[in-house]
């Protein structure tokens, strides 16, 4: 197969048909609050990690890196908002090669400086209550009470070991300013968009000859799924309007962590395919510091090695097919140790859940060998590197040529564009359908019987698997803009003023 997109094999072409017959329904939800532990620490929940060929007109030989954290955003929520945690390890790792270990991370460390405003009331100099003391409209701005920056590094080879280098700031130094976030109107009387684009900053990668571009900030939640429906035993109608049910994260906001990297500084393992994953770190000891010290923003200490809480590549996975009993276990490995969760893929409880609730036939093949490809190697020719080892990560062959958003489509290569989900993931592919129709048995189908994506399968082991299934929630790239970042203008805390 030519991985331009101007030849394909049959079976990819057998794939894009088969969107019209997809498969059955799911108990999915974006990653928010996917496992016990991380629910007590939303600071460092990942909530969704996307990787794609940046389909923004001129910026097609670049790649973008999303990293989203702390889920369930309320947009009012103040008086401190949404800060990231200044004692975490925020990380974006890549595969250059499909071993299963990374050959580059991208490190985002946080800052928070309270500049503790204070107004003369009788007499006495009295610290304000609010993180801003006037409207705001550009970084760093005397009128934001508390000031959040960060700083990126580079590693390449190990994360921990490897040659760490640090990326400079435009205009000197290597902090950068994260944008308040968006608290309403009146506080950013210029527009907030206006206010947190100042915030994209064009900079030098080390050993990177093209320039990349960073925005870290708040952003409306991309995800879209009917939450309270499918943890409620998928309570809904997976045959069906698309559109349905409401979107529950209508409402919400996430911080991203957003990248554009030129693939030639990404696809350097001497193949095309690259993995991507993001994950959260702590120090192993953290105490509790009493009482805090004045000015600062943060009441703990912290030391010892980094600790791995939080992990998220392909989307999904530890929601609804790592066991309840391993979700923490799952959030604290590395893709090179996936083997010890291999029997959640390869003998599923999803599909057989959906069987006793809809009556519509699990996939009879075990082991599931379609979902070992899905999620754990990628599929041949589309996103499948030579000498993989089976990782669970998101993958992404760069050769594949970025489709213009408006001809986007939000099953991705299972509806003939092979730019989407599962080659990457862009903010508009519907991951819902799309997996869960995965999950019971698209892909036998679409091999057919001479098992053309050598997924070992084939149609008779998923009479299930044509089935057009939904969670009724739509997501379609035209909610999203066509440019970096990618992902849309937070809600406001407050309404336009009347």
């Not at 990819?12 to 016990?36: Q, T, W």
């Not at 071993?99 to 204070?118: A, C, H, P, S, W």
Request: charged letters at 15%; aromatic letters at 8%.
């Amino acid at each position: 197969m030519r991985m331009n997109g101007s030849i394909f094999q049959p079976g990819v072409m057998a794939l894009c048909a088969a969107a019209a017959l997809c498969v059955p329904p799911g108990a999915m939800a974006s990653s928010h609050r996917e496992a016990p532990s991380i629910s007590g620490m939303p600071k460092l929940d990942a909530t969704d990690f996307y990787m794609f060929r940046s389909y923004e007109p001129t910026r097609q030989d670049y790649v973008t890196l999303i990293a989203d954290y702390q889920p369930d955003q309320s947009p009012y929520g103040g008086p401190n908002y949404f800060f990231m945690d200044p004692n975490a390890l925020y990380e974006i790792h890549i595969d250059t090669d499909g071993n299963g270990v990374e050959n580059l991370t991208y490190q985002f460390r946080f800052n928070n400086v309270l500049r503790d405003i204070k107004l003369p009331i009788s007499g006495k100099q009295v610290s304000i209550p609010l993180v801003q003391a006037g409207p705001i409209s550009a970084p760093n701005q005397e009128t934001s009470n508390l000031r959040e920056t960060f700083t990126l590094t580079v590693v390449q080879g190990d994360r921990r070991k490897g040659t760490a280098k640090p990326v400079a700031a435009p205009g000197g130094g290597f902090v950068f300013d994260k944008p308040t976030d968006n608290i309403g109107n009146k506080t950013f009387p210029g527009g907030y968009e206006a206010y947190a684009s100042q915030h994209v900053y064009t900079v030098n990668l080390p050993d990177c000859a093209a320039p990349a571009k960073v925005f870290v900030g708040q952003r409306k939640d991309p995800f879209t799924v009917a939450l309270g429906q499918v943890f409620d035993l998928i309570n809904l109608n997976p045959l069906g309007s698309t559109n349905s049910n409401p979107d529950a994260l209508a409402g919400k906001n996430v911080t991203t962590l957003a990248m554009e990297v030129p693939i030639a500084c990404l696809a350097t393992g001497g193949g095309p395919i690259i993995g991507g994953w993001t994950t959260a770190s702590v120090r192993q000891g953290r105490l509790v510091a009493s009482p805090p010290k004045s000015g600062h923003t943060t009441a703990t200490l912290n030391g010892g090695a980094w600790a791995q809480v939080s992990r998220l590549g392909m989307p999904l996975v530890n929601e609804v097919v790592i066991g309840l009993k391993d979700k923490d276990k799952f959030n604290s490995s590395k893709p090179m140790d996936d083997g010890q969760f291999a029997d959640y893929v390869t003998n599923p409880t999803l599909p057989a859940l959906i069987q006793t609730l809809f009556s519509a036939p699990a996939p009879t093949n075990f082991p599931r060998t379609d979902l070992v490809a899905a999620f754990l190697t990628g599929i041949e020719g589309v996103n499948k590197p030579a000498n993989v080892k089976a990782a669970e990560m998101l993958r992404l062959n760069t050769n594949t040529p970025p489709t213009p958003m408006a001809t986007q489509k939000a099953l991705g290569v299972l509806d003939g564009d092979l730019a989407g989900f599962p080659n990457g993931r862009r903010p508009g592919d519907d991951i819902v359908d799309a997996e869960l129709r995965v999950a019971m048995g698209v892909l036998c189908v679409a091999t057919g019987d001479s098992d053309a994506l050598k997924v070992g399968c084939k149609p008779a082991d998923a009479p299930a698997g044509g089935a057009p299934l939904t969670d009724g929630a739509a997501q379609s790239p035209s909610q999203f803009p066509a440019a970096f970042p990618y992902l849309t203008t937070p809600v406001a805390g407050a309404s336009p003023a009347p």
